[in-house]
């Protein structure tokens, strides 16, 4: 079978490996569908701090079970799914106590170990999710972005009945907004200097998109939201630029979700956040909790994703998917890799 290997930054091979065969209490995978995340572009550019190369990517998976081992249940051949992509050591104080997914020696598919990005894929049986039959595989695959949202918006104590702030309209953005509008916010405000993706926030029916580098954000919050502004805050770009507005534009006693991740460490004015009792609240990846949100939002027609994916590549063309958000000049949002 073909698997796809980052060999180093800005070079992917495919390699000719024997199909895996499940050992007990482990799945094969056919992956489908293969979403290409920020994540990902990060280490195809060397930039990523905890990836080392060769690396064979793909943890935003759709796809369906090819075989089982000796004693899985509930998972049979044929079936739809996705998987959550942690690897947990089961033993430190976080995952004894429900929080596994910031386990103290967590690695994630497709980062610290080998992802999706071949034909077929083992794991165990306790990482997948069997998804309803009239889901489809894009949507199968984009199950787990949508469980970021889940999480962070989670971590706030959700967003029914609030009036939501979002900075930041790429895909984590744009996926937390319509999280937060499917949730039962009052409103949600998504912000992004980047017209196209104001544009395709718009497309996925979140009205109120503001381009702080042609209006003043701070204005159109009180216009939109009133005199006491937003509710809840979620920086999801991981600049200093987002956070500093987040801090900034908070009313005394906000909470502001922190989801982005941040590739250079950012100043902040924490005179701010204790002189206005602000809750700087930080957001890693999802529990399984979170991906059966997420899966019930999309499954029940909550979520739009379609205008999201903006190109699809087959498996034997992985480097051009790449190339292709390189060469966008920022215009897309979700790239998808088909392997059927």
């Given at each position: ?108 598919m497709g980062f610290q170990t080998n992802g999706a990005g071949q ?52 895909t984590i953005g744009n996926l937390t907004a319509q999280v937060a ?160």
């Amino acid at each position: 079978m073909k698997q796809a290997v980052m060999t180093a930054p800005g070079e992917i091979q495919f390699r000719e490996i024997e199909k895996p065969t499940p050992r007990e209490g482990e799945v094969v995978i056919q992956p489908r569908r293969i979403g290409v995340c920020g994540s990902d572009i990060h280490v195809y550019h060397g930039l990523h701090p905890y990836t080392g190369y060769p690396i064979v990517q793909g943890h935003e998976v759709g796809g369906v079970v090819a075989e089982v081992g000796e004693g899985v249940t509930g998972l049979e051949p044929g079936d739809r799914i996705t998987f959550m992509p942690q690897v947990t050591c089961g033993e430190c104080y976080p995952c004894r106590h429900g929080m596994a997914h910031i386990c103290e020696s967590l690695r994630v598919m497709g980062f610290q170990t080998n992802g999706a990005g071949q034909e077929y894929f083992v794991l165990p049986a306790a990482s997948v999710l069997k998804l309803p039959e009239s889901m489809s595989l894009d949507e199968a695959a984009m199950v787990e972005p949508v469980s970021v949202a889940v999480h962070a918006l989670a971590r706030a104590g959700g967003a029914a009945g609030k009036r939501v702030l979002v900075l930041g309209a790429g895909t984590i953005g744009n996926l937390t907004a319509q999280v937060a509008r499917a949730s039962g916010a009052a409103q949600v405000m998504i912000t992004d200097i980047s017209p196209y993706k104001l544009e395709k926030a718009r497309e996925c029916g979140l009205d109120i998109a503001i381009n702080p580098a042609q209006e003043s954000l701070e204005e159109a919050i009180r216009t939109y939201f009133g005199p006491d502004r937003a509710d809840l805050i979620l920086e999801c770009v991981g600049v200093e630029a987002t956070v500093t507005d987040a801090i900034r534009l908070a009313r005394k006693g906000t909470t502001i979700v922190v989801v982005g991740v941040f590739g250079k460490k950012p100043q902040v004015d924490l005179g701010l956040v204790q002189d206005r009792e602000l809750s700087l609240v930080g957001s890693l990846m999802y529990q399984k909790a979170d991906y059966e949100q997420a899966i019930a939002l999309i499954a029940g027609g909550r979520m739009s994703l379609s205008n999201m994916i903006t190109h699809r590549f087959p498996f034997d063309r992985y480097p051009d998917a790449y190339r292709a958000i390189e060469e966008s000049g920022g215009r897309y949002l979700k790239v998808m890799i088909a392997l059927d």
